[in-house]
């Protein structure tokens, strides 16, 4: 073997030497300090702090009592779930609710993120999951809360198959540290997710996250309670409409109407008022919504024409096709998030999600690009469609594949069979493809039966800009 081989050679050993001994150096130094990570904390927030999900907390308040009073449910030889799992929507207090739970108790509070546990080094996210119990067993009686737990509890494929795998590591880990503290220690693992859909089935059986509570979007009088609690630590006007609010603010989570009021509140201090008035907040709405409009926008005639039979298409579908949704207010002004113009409308609460309120929900998406298409022709539609687009493919996804309303598929999951089955989702893209044409050619149909009025909204947008529900009306 020539002389330069053999030097190539130690060289390429040194070299391995080298990063095993490195990464060997930083897994220590990270083993190290776990016993250096200080969970504890304390938590203030009570359940009179939390407004909405009255189900949740009374749940809750259950387990409260059962860490206060162990005795008496020993007397019936009942045991103190071990894990409760918060789920539900982005921003619908799962956090807030565990606090809330902890500060009732008047327990340690260990809060912790899943996203914590994942590590490059093999063993050390199952390290802290251990060091994490450890601490709390020694506490004694405490609520460990880990959000996003999807970052570790996600479904395994193939059962065990994976079981070297550093996830399957970690989540072994969890569910033998929860299997193994006694039921009258007083420790509570809370955890949250915003996808139940996706956790390990071990994670989810009785012993583990035996208790389950969903933490919904609020309702109407949720919101109106949660409007008043922000409101209330605010500075704001006594003569605020708070249940006009609660209409304009369907769907909202609890921290969108937290930042609503917050942002309100900014637009009270830019203009030196002193109190938050009910102007602040629906500026404040207008701009979380659709972004804020630009006060000198380009003098573009053509742009502004399009614009105005686009969202003309828009408003005069949704009051033809859905008469019970408040139409707001139809902008042509150009707005911080990128939009050209916007049709702002509310749905009516309650109502029961139907196949023919979908496709009306279609229609009304569709309805900006058809009116271009109307009033100039099929060469000159504008990319002006382009979130409606994205908006619309993903409800006919979900109307063929999720819930089985598509005659040709019937009734099947197919985000269910391609989990099961490892397949893709392109043996349905000719039915979705079917739906959207179909409810493109009705809505062409309305625009053209109606073409009159749809020019009749377009020119009142070219001459005021911004049209509300009153000026809908008289038309």
Same mark, same amino acid.
């Given at each position: ?12 050993l %040194? *070299? @391995?030497?080298? $990063?095993?001994?490195?990464? /060997? !150096? ?9 016993? =250096? ?12 702090d ?11 308040l ?8 162990p ?30 739970l902890?500060g ?27 060091t ?6 020694k506490?004694?009686?405490?609520? %460990? *809360? @880990?959000?996003? $737990?999807?970052?570790?509890? /996600? !479904? ?9 795998? =550093? ?14 503290f ?20 071990a ?68 203009e030196?008022?002193?109190? @938050? ?16 409009e ?24 949704s ?6 949704n ?7 002004i150009?707005?911080?998030k ?51 687009i ?12 999720k ?7 019937g009734?099947?999951?197919?985000n ?26 009705e ?18 947008l ?14």
């Amino acid at each position: 073997m020539e002389s330069y081989q053999v030097i190539a050679i130690i060289g390429v050993l %040194i *070299f @391995i030497y080298f $990063i095993f001994f490195r990464n /060997k !150096k930083s897994a220590q130094k990270e083993i190290n300090k776990l016993n =250096e990570v200080e969970y504890n904390s304390t938590s203030n927030t009570k359940f009179n702090d939390v407004a909405g999900n009255y189900e949740a907390k009374e749940s809750l308040l259950e387990i409260v009592d059962f860490i206060k009073k162990p005795d008496k449910y020993k007397r019936f030889n009942a045991r103190m779930p071990k894990g409760v799992l918060l789920y539900g929507a982005p921003g619908t207090g799962k956090t807030l609710m565990a606090k809330a739970l902890a500060g009732e108790a008047g327990v340690p509070f260990y809060a912790v993120s899943g996203s914590d546990f994942v590590q490059i080094y093999a063993g050390l996210g199952a390290g802290r999951i251990r060091t994490l119990f450890k601490k709390a067993k020694k506490a004694g009686k405490s609520v %460990i *809360f @880990i959000d996003e $737990i999807d970052a570790i509890g /996600k !479904k395994r494929v193939g059962g065990n198959m994976r079981g070297s795998d =550093e996830g399957d590591r970690t989540l072994n880990a969890l569910l033998t540290e929860m299997s193994g503290f006694s039921d009258d220690s007083g420790i509570v693992v809370v955890a949250a997710t915003n996808r139940i859909d996706t956790l390990d089935n071990a994670l989810l059986r009785p012993g583990r996250f035996d208790r389950q509570i969903e933490i919904m979007l609020p309702d109407r009088n949720a919101r109106k309670d949660i409007l008043n609690l922000y409101l209330e630590k605010r500075n704001s006007d006594d003569k605020i409409d708070v249940d006009k609010l609660a209409d304009l603010t369907v769907y909202f989570s609890g921290a969108m109407i937290e930042n609503l009021i917050n942002e309100a509140a900014l637009l009270a201090i830019r203009e030196s008022s002193e109190k @938050i008035n009910i102007n602040h907040i629906e500026n404040a709405y207008l701009n979380v919504i659709a972004g804020t409009e630009q006060k000198n926008p380009t003098d573009n005639k053509r742009q502004k024409e399009i614009t105005s039979y686009h969202e003309a298409g828009h408003a005069f579908v949704s009051r033809y096709l859905m008469p019970e949704n408040k139409v707001i207010r139809v902008s042509i002004i150009p707005t911080s998030k990128g939009a050209g113009g916007y049709t702002l409308s509310t749905p009516g609460e309650n109502e029961v999600v139907t196949k023919a309120k979908i496709k009306k929900q279609l229609s009304v998406l569709m309805a900006g690009r058809v009116a271009e298409e109307v009033f100039f022709g099929k060469d000159n539609v504008t990319i002006g469609a382009q979130n409606d687009i994205e908006r619309s493919t993903s409800i006919a996804i979900d109307y063929v594949a999720k819930y089985g309303m598509d005659e040709s598929t019937g009734f099947v999951n197919f985000n269910v069979m391609a989990d099961k089955l490892n397949m893709s989702l392109n043996s349905i893209e000719s039915s979705i493809k079917k739906l959207i044409d179909e409810l493109y050619f009705e809505v062409m149909h309305i625009i053209e039966k109606n073409r009159d009025k749809v020019e009749e909204i377009a020119k009142l947008l070219i001459e005021k800009e911004v049209l509300y529900e009153s000026d809908l009306n008289n038309i």
